[in-house]
C-alpha cells in the first residue's frame, strides 16, 4: 500500500510538472509569435538548451526574413510613388503644350505663318513626349530584366560611328567640332545598337551643355581588361557636389531648369553597361567642360572572342 501511494504520489508529481512544463512552454512560444507580429527583437538571453533553444533560432531566423521582405515591400511602393510623380511631372510640359498647339491650330482666325509655326511646335513637342515615353519604357523593361540582349564581341569604330551619324546634324546646326582622334580598331564586348544609344545619350548631353562653335573631342584608350572611351567637351561644366548625383534617375542640375531634358538618359546608359558588364566614370570642371569615359571589356584575342 505504502510503495502504491508513493507511485500515486510521484505520478500525480510528474503529471503536475508536465503540465506546468507544457503550459510554461507554450506561454513562451505565444511570446516568441508575439514578438514577431509586432515586428519586436527576439531576445531570449536565458533560453534553455535542447530543442526549445532550436525552436528560438528557426524563430528569430523567421523573423529575420519577414522583416527583411516587409523593408523591402516598404522600399518598392516608395520607389513605385516616386516613379509615378516624376512621369508625370516629365510628361505635364509636353502634353500641356501639345493641348495649347492643337487649341491654336482649331481657330478659324489663325493666318497661314502662324499656323505653320504652330504645326512646327506641335511635332517638335509630339517628337518629344515620344521620346519621353521611349526612353521611361526601356528604363523600365531594363529595371525589371524584361529586355535582354546579347553583349558579344562587335567592332568598336562600327558602334562610335552610329553614335556620331545620329547626333552629326544637332553638332552641325550647333557648330560644334567633333575631334576623333587616330586610334586602331578593336573587338570588345558590347551590344552595338545599345551602346551607340549611351554613345548618342553622351554626345546629346555635350551638344546641349556647350556653347556655339565648342567641340567634343573623342579619344579611344586600351588597358589591359577594358577599353576607355572618353568624350571631352568644353561646355558649362558639372558643379563637384553633383558629379555622383547625375546618373541617378531623373536628375536634373540646379543650372538646367531651361534646359530641355528628362534626367533619364545617364541613368538608363548605366542600366544598358551594366548588363554589358561595363561602366562609366565622369570628370568635371564647373565652366570648363566635361569628361564622360565610357569602359568595355575587351575580347580576348585577335579573332574576338570575348
Not at 523593408?71 to 509615378?84: F, Y
Request: some cysteine; proline content about 1%; hydrophobic content about 35%.
Amino acid at each position: 500500500m505504502l510503495i502504491n501511494g508513493i507511485l500515486a504520489g510521484l505520478l500525480c508529481l510528474s503529471s503536475g510538472y508536465f503540465i506546468y512544463w507544457r503550459r510554461k512552454t507554450y506561454r513562451e512560444i505565444d511570446a516568441l509569435l508575439d514578438c514577431i507580429l509586432e515586428r519586436e527583437r527576439i531576445a531570449y538571453s536565458d533560453v534553455r538548451e535542447g530543442e526549445f533553444s532550436a525552436l528560438v533560432s528557426k524563430l528569430t531566423r523567421i523573423q529575420e526574413v519577414l522583416t527583411s521582405q516587409a523593408l523591402k515591400a516598404e522600399e518598392e511602393k516608395e520607389q513605385v510613388k516616386s516613379l509615378v510623380s516624376n512621369m508625370s511631372h516629365q510628361l505635364k510640359t509636353p502634353l500641356a503644350n501639345l493641348s495649347l498647339y492643337t487649341e491654336l491650330l482649331s481657330t478659324s482666325g489663325i493666318d497661314g505663318e502662324k499656323k505653320t509655326e504652330a504645326g512646327e511646335k506641335l511635332k517638335r513637342q509630339t517628337d518629344k513626349l515620344n521620346f519621353i515615353a521611349g526612353s521611361l519604357m526601356k528604363m523600365i523593361k531594363l529595371e525589371q530584366n524584361a529586355i535582354s540582349f546579347d553583349a558579344t564581341e562587335a567592332l568598336l569604330r562600327e558602334t562610335l560611328l552610329d553614335a556620331v551619324d545620329m547626333m552629326y546634324e544637332r553638332m552641325e546646326k550647333k557648330g560644334i567640332e567633333v575631334i576623333l582622334e587616330p586610334y586602331e580598331d578593336c573587338f570588345l564586348r558590347h551590344n552595338r545598337k545599345w551602346t551607340a544609344e549611351v554613345f548618342v545619350n553622351i554626345l546629346e548631353n555635350a551638344v546641349k551643355y556647350t556653347d556655339r562653335g565648342g567641340f567634343i573631342r573623342i579619344q579611344i584608350c586600351p588597358y589591359e581588361i577594358y577599353t576607355e572611351i572618353r568624350f571631352l567637351d568644353n561646355g558649362r561644366g558639372i558643379y563637384e557636389d553633383e558629379l555622383t548625383q547625375i546618373f541617378k534617375r531623373f536628375y536634373r542640375g540646379r543650372d538646367t531648369e531651361h534646359i530641355e531634358g528628362s534626367g533619364i538618359g545617364l541613368y538608363l546608359s548605366n542600366l544598358i553597361l551594366e548588363k554589358e558588364k561595363g561602366y562609366m566614370t565622369v570628370k568635371s570642371v564647373y565652366g570648363e567642360g566635361s569628361c564622360f569615359s565610357v569602359f568595355l571589356q575587351n575580347c580576348k584575342n585577335e579573332l574576338g572572342v570575348c
